[in-house]
């Protein structure tokens, strides 16, 4: 049965993440004729090119920089049935014995509940604290722009883009739920004052860091996916590091293991994954 056989599973808005790691079996590759390696990497070069020609369709493929994993592969798109198609192909691509699962995580493009609205930048920015008179030309151009950029910053987190920069790290988080430390018994007002801090983190990274948060609370282990596209793992550590005296890190952050991945055109990655 097809794909096109089944009723899709899209979410109303955003996409299906998901993150794939696999191990090589250098044994079972040995075992394979050059014929047979030959057409194996054709075969998975082949997929790869059918899922990024497939809409809305978004798919990294990096070699792993520890013996946590070999391979990984960043899948997005919108429809869970299509996903799950490509990660078994994925799967399967160099051989039926030749990559094994190392780990995985499943989740969602999300906007986020703490964004300021269009009403609490006019109240509270324009009028608050730039004093100016509601309905002015000065007042009617900065909500324009607003508008604009708050419409660019929620079309990246639902329908992301992202570069060929060639670090990429992934990491699952949650909020602690523990004593004084639980973040789910605090008000609305407080946990958006302290994300706000935690952004502010995150903005002086521009142009160095690309940060990708997905929702994966009731699709995985974790509550969130963090994955973090970098030119060079020096951005990305400090990034991490600095974002830990945030107090929303500080008292309330729990994180999974680190995956580091290089970006590489095929050609490259074969030889260093394949020996």
């Known amino acids: 049965m097809s794909t096109s056989e089944v009723s899709p599973i899209v979410p109303r808005e955003g996409w299906h993440v998901m993150h794939l790691f696999y191990h090589v079996d250098q044994a079972q590759w040995s075992l394979l004729a050059e014929e047979e390696k030959r057409q194996a990497k054709v075969r998975l070069t082949e997929l790869v090119q059918e899922i990024r020609a497939t809409p809305d369709t978004h798919l990294l493929v990096f070699s792993v920089a520890t013996p946590k994993a070999d391979l990984g592969f960043m899948l997005l798109t919108p429809d869970l049935q299509i996903a799950n198609q490509y990660e078994k192909q994925l799967s399967l691509s160099l051989g039926p014995e030749i990559l094994a699962p190392a780990y995985s995580y499943l989740s969602q493009t999300e906007s986020s509940e703490y964004t300021t609205t269009r009403e609490q930048y006019a109240a509270e920015t324009l009028v608050g604290e730039k004093g100016l008179t509601e309905g002015s030309d000065e007042y009617e151009a900065a909500l324009k722009e607003f508008d604009e950029r708050m419409a660019h910053y929620l079309k990246h987190r639902l329908y992301p883009v992202l570069p060929d920069w060639p670090v990429i790290c992934f990491y699952p988080m949650s909020k602690r739920r523990s004593g004084a430390d639980n973040w789910y018994s605090l008000d609305f007002d407080t946990r958006k004052k302290l ?28 509550e969130w996916g963090v994955t973090l596209l970098a030119k060079d793992t020096i951005d990305v550590k400090s990034i991490v590091y600095e974002m830990r005296f945030d107090e929303v890190s500080a008292r309330y952050g729990e994180f999974g293991d680190f995956y580091i991945g290089m970006q590489l055109p095929l050609d490259v990655l074969f030889r260093r994954i394949c020996l």
């Open 195 to 222: 994300m706000a801090g935690h952004a502010r983190t995150g903005r002086a990274y521009s142009g160095r860091i690309l940060q990708l948060i997905t929702g994966s609370t009731g699709l995985d282990e974790y």
